[in-house]
């Protein structure tokens, strides 16, 4: 499997790719922009991005001399139309870049007609739910998706059988809530019962803790509370790749998340995924599989696995 690794400044190239990196993503964060607040992906202007378009054009000629592909992220789910002409812009002044993750339907369909030759990726935001909505962006133009966090792994599997000629990326390390893309942009501020024992976000999950910080305490808090924390522990998905390698026949790559994270922590998700990758290849029997993912989990961190994974078992 491909691993997918975010970057922050080109200088990150060669290391990550000397780690195992197959892929790189990264954001533009330009002085010259539309909000002074944010920059046109899902990063703030000042957080994680790359801040020159001479440094993006060093980054992917780093990463194309050493073979590996760069894609670039204009991931919200609405731009205006003077943000989609910017990002145009912005496209043409990178000609060399491999792809583009977006989302906005119009940006879309503008980036198709403007710079006909480059991939689409459709982003995470898109919330791809089911092969229904592959077939939609597909018309588009795309060719490859990210899968949204709360997807099962059954209907991870179901997605995958049944789009057979596309390409798809799921998440691996670092997410700490099912939510945090896709469902949570409509699902920020909902709450599933009176007792918040079936919490469906964290940012919910969070208020409502806060809420009951100074009342008596009660089951209600407390399922509250446990709700919570157990989706603050950061997710794997190592456990379950065979399973997602089996339905997706090479079709599949692992994307990195948390381009804030720093670059030593990164070089050790990039080692640790390449070990993982080089353990689908024995034909493992699962519960021996995910003994060896626990065992180089320790290796790599040095400590163990949380076993809050990201599937159900």
């Not at 390409?167 to 670092?174: A, L, R, T, Y």
């Not at 100074?214 to 924390?229: D, I, L, R, S, Y």
């Amino acid at each position: 499997m491909k691993i997918i690794a975010p970057l922050v400044n080109a200088d990150e190239v060669l290391p990550l790719a000397a780690a195992g990196a197959d892929e790189f993503y990264f954001g533009l964060g330009l002085t010259r922009n539309i909000d002074d607040r944010s920059g046109l992906n899902v990063m703030a202007i000042n957080r994680a991005n790359l801040r020159s378009i001479p440094e993006a054009r060093r980054a992917i000629a780093l990463a194309h001399k050493g073979g590996q592909k760069m894609a670039v992220c204009f991931n919200s789910e609405v731009y205006s139309p003077v943000q989609i002409r910017e990002i145009i812009r912005l496209l043409r002044l990178i000609p060399a870049v491999d792809s583009v993750v977006a989302c906005d339907i119009m940006l879309i369909r503008r980036i198709r007609q403007a710079v006909p030759d480059l991939a689409i990726t459709v982003g995470t935001r898109a919330n791809i739910m089911n092969s229904a909505a592959v077939d939609y962006y597909k018309g588009l133009g795309a060719r490859r998706f990210v899968l949204p966090r709360h997807l099962d792994l059954r209907s991870v599997q179901m997605i995958l059988a049944g789009n057979k000629g596309l390409s798809f990326e799921i998440f691996v390390k670092n997410e700490d809530c099912p939510y945090v893309n896709g469902l949570c942009t409509l699902t920020h501020n909902l709450w599933n019962d009176a007792q918040g024992s079936q919490i469906f976000c964290r940012g919910s999950a969070w208020k409502r803790v806060h809420s009951w910080c100074g009342g008596p305490a009660g089951e209600g808090k407390e399922q509250a509370v446990n709700a919570f924390m157990q989706r603050l522990v950061p997710g794997c998905a190592a456990c379950f790749l065979p399973e997602i390698a089996q339905a997706g026949n090479r079709r599949v790559a692992l994307k990195l998340t948390s381009r804030l994270r720093p670059l030593p922590d990164r070089l050790k998700d990039v080692i640790f995924f390449r070990q993982i990758s080089g353990l689908l290849k024995l034909n493992l029997r699962s519960n021996a599989f995910r003994t060896r993912c626990c065992q180089a989990y320790l290796t790599v961190f040095g400590r163990s696995c949380s076993r809050n994974c990201y599937y159900e078992k």
